[in-house]
């Protein structure tokens, strides 16, 4: 039965290639074009998997809901030792760090978990498309709407413009830290004509209206001080000083910091049917993924380095205090972003979860098997091994994998990194394994004290450590955790992650 059903479906991937491959007519490689189903399917066929284990529901009333006990949760309770060579040598000094266990770390991390970066990835350019003097509340700011255009000369089948949006205050002197938040870029508060442009815009707009409907003219003479367009409500100058309630921009333009906003579909789509096109896409000509070829969380952590590599060309800002942010899936892309690219100065990473900082073999909430299932397309094809049930290489659990989180973090030393949680209560669901995170938090600290920074103030034993009460400060070092006593957000954290910022990075508001 089972050769009969793979029969099949070798029938099915090759009809779906012979419809969606047709020549382009120009010697193109011909793009591909998958569903979810089928580029799973193509994944796990290329892997040798014949059937992975389900992941876990959401639903805690469901048959298969997740595991919530933690007497269970931990069936490989020993993490891989951040800091043991392969060899089985100890690392002791920090030239072993970066010239031997790091390397070491990348290449499982890369190969395992999240995939390798191609070696030729196209180049992006950076066009500002609007600039913008407008006010936050009663902060003045420049916002600039930017878009990065990658190179496809090579495969002019795939489009990737990257869109990102810059604002910084105004009333600053010199280059301000900013904040890079993976999200959907807006300007703030678009500036408006003057009354003196609104009239003019206004006529030509009635006089358009009538042509377009002459029954209009009898309408607009009824009503002759009746303007189509008005102008929206200007700021506020009277409203109270941004506070710790404020919006997170607000909070970090009243600071004396900017913010950018990158839109992560306008590198890589959020699904797996997208992973032939985006940079993926484009980088393999339209054509399916390797199993150790990069997934979306790795595309956006690139597409952010790109971004970075615009910031630093801009006068208004700092280049050496520049930062990450993201919040769940893209808290996850926040914290591979800084773990892989080495000028970003800090991170604030937001109930990332797994395939964030909580530990992968930790069997609590989300599972391995959510991630080489429905969001198998974050990872690298690799990955889905660890939910194979059935395979040519036999079985393999998260307990097989050579890597966890807490190297991830590790990656991320001595460089300021500050790792966000909620509360189950407001909506930040135990799913996340906020316990798991901690765990991997504590195990990371042991990296950043080898490299002369401070951790979270704890010993390094993850077993024993206790996840400290809601709201509790663990902000004296350069490694950073607190749970705040919202949901699914950062935000309540922000009035905290901007003081210890500042402290850590060193800057004073000008």
Same mark, same amino acid.
């Given at each position: 039965?089972?050769?009969?059903?793979?029969?099949?479906?070798?029938?099915?991937?090759?009809?779906?290639?012979?419809?969606?491959?047709?020549?382009?007519?120009?010697?193109?490689?011909?793009?591909?074009?998958?569903?979810?189903?089928?580029?799973?399917?193509?994944?796990?066929?290329?892997?040798?998997?014949?059937?992975?284990?389900?992941?876990?529901?959401?639903?805690?009333?469901?048959?298969?809901?997740?595991?919530?006990?933690?007497?269970?949760?931990?069936?490989?309770?020993?993490?891989?030792? @951040?800091?043991?060579?392969?060899?089985?040598? /100890?690392? =002791?000094?920090?030239?072993?760090?970066?010239? /031997?266990?790091?390397?070491?770390?990348?290449?499982?991390?890369?190969?395992?978990?999240?995939?390798?970066?191609?070696?030729?990835?196209?180049?992006?350019?950076?066009?500002?498309?609007?600039?913008?003097?407008?006010?936050?509340?009663?902060?003045?700011?420049?916002?600039?709407?930017?878009?990065?255009? &990658?190179?496809?000369?090579?495969?002019?089948?795939?489009?990737?413009?990257?869109?990102?949006?810059?604002?910084?205050?105004?009333?600053?002197?010199?280059?301000?830290?900013?904040?890079?938040?993976?999200?959907?870029?807006?300007?703030?508060? %678009?500036?408006?004509?003057?009354?003196?442009?609104?009239?003019?815009?206004?006529?030509?707009?009635?006089?358009?209206?009538?042509?377009?409907? %002459?029954?209009?003219?009898?309408?607009?003479?009824?009503?002759? @001080?009746?303007? %189509?367009?008005?102008?929206? %409500? !200007?700021?506020?100058?009277?409203?109270?000083?941004?506070? !710790?309630?404020?919006?997170?921009?607000?909070?970090?333009?009243?600071?004396? *910091?900017?913010?950018?906003?990158?839109?992560?579909?306008?590198?890589? @789509?959020?699904?797996?049917?997208?992973?032939?096109?985006?940079?993926?896409?484009? &980088?393999?000509?339209?054509?399916?993924?390797?199993?150790?070829? *990069?997934?979306?969380?790795?595309?956006?952590?690139?597409?952010?380095?790109?971004?970075?590599?615009?910031?630093?060309?801009?006068?208004?800002?700092?280049?050496?205090? &520049?930062?990450?942010?993201?919040?769940?899936?893209?808290?996850?892309?926040?914290?591979?972003?800084?773990?892989?690219?080495?000028?970003?100065?800090?991170?604030?990473?937001?109930?990332?979860?797994?395939?964030?900082?909580?530990?992968?073999?930790?069997?609590?909430?989300?599972?391995?098997?959510?991630?080489?299932?429905?969001?198998?397309? *974050?990872?690298?094809?690799?990955?889905?091994?660890?939910?194979?049930?059935?395979?040519?290489?036999?079985?393999?659990?998260?307990?097989?994998?050579?890597?966890?989180?807490?190297?991830?973090?590790?990656?991320?030393?001595?460089?300021?990194?500050?790792?966000?949680?909620?509360?189950?209560?407001?909506?930040?669901?135990?799913?996340?394994?906020?316990?798991?995170?901690?765990?991997?938090?504590?195990?990371?600290?042991?990296?950043?004290?080898?490299?002369?920074?401070?951790?979270?103030?704890?010993?390094?034993?993850? /077993?024993?450590?206790?996840?400290?009460?809601?709201?509790?400060?663990?902000?004296?070092?350069?490694?950073?955790?607190?749970?705040?006593?919202?949901?699914? =957000?950062? *935000?309540?954290?922000?009035?905290?992650?901007?003081?210890?910022?500042?402290?850590?990075?060193?800057?004073?508001?000008?």
């Amino acid at each position: 039965m089972m050769k009969k059903i793979v029969f099949v479906w070798l029938l099915s991937a090759a009809g779906a290639l012979a419809q969606n491959t047709a020549s382009s007519g120009n010697g193109l490689p011909p793009l591909v074009t998958f569903t979810d189903q089928q580029d799973h399917d193509n994944m796990m066929q290329q892997l040798g998997i014949k059937r992975l284990r389900p992941g876990p529901s959401g639903n805690e009333s469901a048959p298969n809901h997740a595991n919530y006990d933690e007497a269970t949760a931990n069936p490989c309770p020993e993490l891989p030792e @951040a800091l043991t060579l392969k060899n089985g040598k /100890k690392v =002791t000094t920090a030239d072993d760090w970066w010239n /031997k266990r790091r390397p070491e770390l990348v290449e499982d991390i890369e190969r395992e978990v999240y995939g390798r970066l191609p070696q030729k990835i196209p180049s992006v350019t950076w066009t500002v498309k609007i600039t913008d003097k407008e006010f936050v509340g009663r902060i003045p700011v420049v916002a600039k709407q930017l878009i990065g255009h &990658v190179d496809n000369a090579e495969y002019p089948l795939i489009t990737v413009d990257i869109n990102m949006m810059l604002v910084v205050p105004a009333n600053v002197k010199g280059p301000v830290p900013v904040l890079m938040m993976f999200g959907r870029p807006s300007f703030p508060a %678009p500036a408006q004509p003057s009354p003196e442009h609104m009239e003019k815009i206004n006529t030509a707009f009635k006089d358009m209206m009538i042509k377009h409907d %002459p029954s209009l003219k009898a309408i607009f003479e009824q009503y002759p @001080a009746y303007n %189509p367009i008005t102008r929206l %409500p !200007g700021p506020n100058f009277f409203a109270p000083p941004p506070n !710790g309630e404020s919006p997170s921009t607000e909070q970090l333009l009243a600071a004396g *910091w900017g913010y950018a906003t990158i839109d992560p579909a306008s590198i890589q @789509a959020d699904n797996g049917a997208g992973i032939t096109r985006g940079i993926i896409g484009l &980088v393999n000509k339209g054509q399916p993924r390797k199993p150790d070829d *990069w997934g979306a969380l790795r595309a956006w952590a690139w597409g952010a380095a790109r971004g970075l590599d615009y910031l630093e060309t801009d006068a208004a800002v700092d280049p050496k205090r &520049v930062g990450i942010e993201g919040v769940s899936r893209y808290g996850k892309a926040a914290l591979v972003a800084l773990a892989f690219e080495p000028r970003f100065a800090i991170g604030l990473i937001g109930s990332s979860g797994k395939g964030g900082a909580t530990l992968h073999r930790r069997v609590f909430g989300e599972a391995v098997e959510s991630l080489t299932g429905g969001e198998y397309y *974050w990872m690298a094809g690799n990955y889905m091994k660890y939910g194979a049930e059935e395979a040519s290489f036999g079985t393999k659990t998260g307990c097989d994998l050579p890597v966890d989180s807490h190297e991830l973090i590790a990656l991320c030393a001595p460089r300021p990194t500050f790792i966000s949680y909620g509360i189950p209560e407001k909506g930040d669901a135990r799913w996340l394994d906020q316990q798991g995170s901690y765990m991997a938090t504590v195990a990371a600290g042991s990296v950043f004290k080898l490299l002369g920074a401070k951790d979270i103030g704890v010993s390094n034993d993850y /077993k024993s450590e206790k996840m400290p009460p809601v709201n509790t400060d663990m902000l004296d070092g350069q490694l950073a955790w607190r749970q705040h006593d919202g949901g699914h =957000t950062d *935000w309540p954290n922000m009035k905290h992650f901007i003081p210890w910022a500042n402290r850590v990075l060193k800057y004073e508001k000008q």
